[in-house]
C-alpha cells in the first residue's frame, strides 16, 4: 500500500505534509478532495480507521461551518456527515493513510509517524518551527 493524501494545495499544513511525504522519499497518491469530493462510506472508512468522528473532523473555520448551523453540539453526526459530502471543505485536511495507519495530519509533524522513514533535515512546519534537525533527528 503506498501512501494517499487527501489533500487541499491552498492549506499551507496540507502542503507542508506531502512536502514531508515527498521528503521521506514516497510518491504519494494526493486526492484533492475539493475537486473530487467525498463519498459516504469513504469518510466513514477514514474515520473509523482514525478514531474520528464527523463532528472531530469538522472543519470550523475558513469554512461554512458557522453559516451551515453546524458548530451547535446538538447537531448530529449524521448530518454532519451529510453536510460534508455537499460541501468538501467542511472536512480538517490534510488525512493521510499509509501502512503505519490513517490519521488527521494537524499539527503537521503527526504526519511523521506514518513514515517508514524520515525526511533529510533540516526541515519545519508551515510556521517555521523545527521539525527535523541538520542530522536528520526529530525534534519535538
Known amino acids: 500500500m503506498s501512501i494517499v493524501i487527501h489533500h487541499n494545495p491552498e492549506c499551507g499544513t496540507s502542503r507542508n505534509v506531502l512536502a514531508i511525504i515527498e521528503a521521506s522519499g514516497e510518491t504519494p497518491v494526493v486526492i484533492e478532495y475539493l475537486q473530487t469530493g467525498w463519498t459516504r462510506p ?42 460534508m459530502l455537499v460541501h468538501p471543505v467542511l472536512v480538517n485536511r490534510p488525512i493521510v493513510c499509509s501502512p503505519k495507519g490513517v490519521r488527521l495530519c494537524r499539527p503537521s509533524e503527526t504526519v511523521l509517524d506514518l513514515l517508514d522513514r524520515l525526511p533529510p533535515g533540516p526541515m519545519s512546519k508551515e510556521d517555521g518551527t523545527p521539525l527535523i534537525d541538520a542530522d536528520g533527528n526529530r525534534i519535538g
Open 42 to 83: 469513504q469518510l466513514q472508512a477514514l474515520y473509523a480507521a482514525a478514531d474520528l468522528t464527523p463532528r472531530t473532523a469538522l472543519r470550523t473555520t475558513k469554512s461554512p461551518a458557522d453559516e451551515l448551523g453546524l458548530l451547535d453540539p446538538s447537531v448530529d453526526d449524521e448530518t454532519l456527515l451529510a453536510s
